[in-house]
């Protein structure tokens, strides 16, 4: 299967400051590539799917993009609800999926 | 609504079995995929298997075939993950998720279960 390594795995950053998470693929993948937001105690909440399409209700700070083996996450002006854990997810193949281990983005 | 609705935690001990289930609701159940995600305490996601309800076509990721068993029941619109033996490593929360389909959110989980915590220990 494909494996997904998300980088940093942990960032500490400022209110306001522009945040760029990276997941990359062990090999070619299509764009069937998503991004979640998980809080302490919550259930994960899907933001971004196929690389680059904002999930509806989410704020336009987050924006995602890349294709082949690498894929990005940005949240443009860090509010302090972003204050999170996220993982990039793959399609692996028809009705099979992997996670990245996770980016947790702490207060500086 | 569209929600995804779990059973309560449980507390178990090593070689007890074990079902869990996951209630969907404002949906047409049985077309959409519904799957299984486990995070072990302090850990990431790893999805475990996925069943579509409409026909019981099932998909385990090769690290929980045979492990784990997922099944369906549409009558009820209900999704159940099962243990026949538990061990204490498969102490973990486990969400249940709707794919949504290619032409909605290209595969991705759009809804998930607010999860249920399952504690093996002796």
């Known amino acids: 299967d494909i494996q997904l390594t998300q980088s940093p795995s942990f960032l500490s950053a400022s209110v306001g400051d522009r945040v760029t998470i990276t997941c990359r693929a062990s090999?070619?993948?299509?764009?069937?590539l998503a991004w979640y937001q998980q809080k302490p105690g919550k259930a994960p909440k899907l933001l971004i799917y196929?690389?680059?399409t904002l999930q509806s209700g989410v704020p336009s700070r987050f924006s995602g993009s890349g294709s082949g083996t690498e894929f990005t996450l940005t949240i443009s002006s860090l509010q302090p609800e972003d204050f999170a854990t996220y993982y990039c997810?793959?399609?692996?193949?028809?009705?099979?999926?992997?996670f990245g281990q996770g980016t947790k983005v702490e207060i500086k | 609504e569209v929600q995804l609705v779990q059973s309560g935690a449980e507390v178990k001990k090593p070689g007890e079995s074990l079902k869990i289930s996951c209630k969907g609701s404002?949906?047409?159940?049985?077309?959409?995929?519904i799957g299984w995600v486990r995070q072990m305490p302090g850990k990431g996601l790893e999805w475990m298997g996925i069943?579509?309800?409409?026909?019981?076509?099932?998909r385990y990721s090769p690290s929980f075939q045979g492990q784990v068993t997922i099944s369906a029941d549409k009558s009820i619109s209900t999704a159940y993950l099962q243990w026949s033996s538990l061990k204490a490593s498969d102490t973990a929360m486990y969400y249940c998720?709707?794919?949504?389909?290619?032409?909605?959110?290209?595969?991705?989980?759009?809804?998930w279960g607010q999860g249920t915590m399952v504690t093996v220990s002796s």
């Open positions: 998720v709707r794919e949504c389909g290619g032409s909605s959110c290209a595969f991705a989980f759009d809804i």
């Open positions: 404002g949906y047409s159940f049985t077309s959409y995929w």
């Open positions: 069943i579509y309800p409409g026909d019981s076509d099932t």
């Open positions: 090999q070619g993948i299509s764009s069937y």
């Open positions: 196929a690389a680059s």
């Open positions: 997810q793959q399609l692996n193949s028809y009705v099979t999926w992997t």
